[in-house]
């Protein structure tokens, strides 16, 4: 049966750095934000986010992004709401997208907030992207052209270093883009060990 191996890792740890470097080498992976975000657009979820946070966050159709992320990440319950609308049609997708992974040893599910969601729960092991949180905002600030309150409130909303490195497995630390790859490397021989 095909492992699950989850990865993680806070805003700005460079986790799809990782997702991508673990891709070159033939891995399959499950990147769940890329994947709520293209659900997020269905009708189905477009209806369920205006029941629940009203027509002013729809625009010609589709959902405001940027408009829903101000009600949402400066407000703990509105995003409880908006996470049990995606959530479950993101489980279901994975469902369906691993069936077609059947075949493969193991595949990575990259997910942001793996274990505030219970996520976790599904994988066989867990991987953990993690670098000075001062590093992570610089990097957030200058790949969204957020603010430093914005990703401040985001990583308020996220588990800290320290909570996820001790339910996981393994830790990258992804300060150094060859020194990544060679952890990386060293996690994948680890893995393979376990078949």
């Not at 049966?1 to 070159?24: F, N, P, Q």
């Amino acid at each position: 049966m095909t492992k699950i191996i989850g990865l993680t890792g806070g805003i700005g740890s460079g986790k799809s750095t990782v997702a991508r470097y673990l891709e070159s080498k033939g891995i399959s992976i499950y990147i769940a934000d890329d994947e709520a975000r293209k659900l997020t657009d269905t009708t189905d979820v477009v209806s369920a986010i205006e029941k629940v946070f009203g027509a002013d966050v729809i625009e010609n159709g589709l959902v405001n992004r940027k408009l829903l992320s101000q009600i949402v990440f400066n407000n703990a319950k509105n995003l409880e709401k908006l996470n049990s609308i995606i959530h479950p049609v993101v489980r279901n997708h994975f469902v369906e997208w691993l069936k077609n992974h059947s075949d493969e040893e193991f595949i990575i599910k990259e997910v942001a907030i793996l274990f505030e969601s219970g996520s976790y729960k599904d994988c066989d092991k867990i991987i953990t992207v993690e670098v000075p949180e001062e590093i992570r905002i610089q990097r957030v600030i200058k790949r969204d052209a957020s603010s430093e309150d914005d990703v401040r409130a985001r990583m308020r909303n996220q588990w800290t270093d320290k909570m996820r490195a001790e339910k996981s497995d393994f830790v990258v630390v992804n300060i150094d883009r060859d020194a990544m790859k060679l952890q990386v490397d060293q996690i994948l021989k680890n893995l393979k060990k376990l078949q």
